[in-house]
Every structure is written in C-alpha cells, then in structure tokens.
C-alpha cells in the first residue's frame, strides 16, 4: 500500500509517500530503493511495527514521478500498488509513484 499527502515543511510544500508492507511479509530486512536515493540498495530500510507489517516514510519533491523497487532479503520484490510500472534494462520491471499535488 502506497499512502501520500502532502505536508508544508521549513522547504515548502513535499509529498509525504508512505510505502507499507502486510505482516504476511516475512523477511528479515527490507528496503526502499529509486531513483530518488541513487538506487542505493541499503539507504532507505523498513521498520517492522508491532503488528509486523513493514513501512517507511519519505519526503519527495512534488509534481514528479519516482521510479522505485523494493529489496527483500536481497531479492528484488514488486508492488502492485504502484501508480504505475516501466520495464527496466535488467529484464524486470521499476514501479512509478506520482506526486502531483491534488487540486
């Protein structure tokens, strides 16, 4: 699941992107990666909450779309509830998130 808004900050205005994760999910570390983080595989990690499902939370510049994956236990893994999907150079596909600001 994909939740956003969007938040004024001491910056101005950004989309707060929340990614979460069922507790069906067993691993025993996730992380969110994109091009918004360089595609650095370790920058950005889930915490497991007590229920055990898995979030995160990031700020990002309004009025984009994001490419992004998540890495489970070294494994690339999809999300189906991307805004969208492009096939990528490797064979697979990156997920897109959007953050138009809502009128």
């Known amino acids: ?3 956003k808004s969007v938040v ?3 910056k101005g205005k950004v989309a707060r992107v929340t990614f979460s994760l069922p507790n069906s999910v067993w691993a025993d570390m996730i992380y969110l990666v994109g091009d918004f983080n360089g595609w650095n595989n370790t920058s950005h990690p889930f915490t497991a909450g007590r229920d055990g499902a898995w979030s995160i939370t990031v700020d990002l510049e309004l009025d984009r779309e994001y490419l992004f994956r998540y890495r ?3 494994e690339w893994m999809n999300d ?3 805004d969208g999907y492009v096939e990528n150079p490797y064979g697979s596909d990156n997920f897109i998130v959007v953050t ?3 009128a």
């Open 8 to 10: 004024q900050t001491s």
């Open 72 to 74: 489970r236990d070294g």
């Open 100 to 102: 138009h600001e809502e």
């Open 1 to 3: 699941m994909i939740h």
């Open 80 to 82: 189906n509830a991307a």
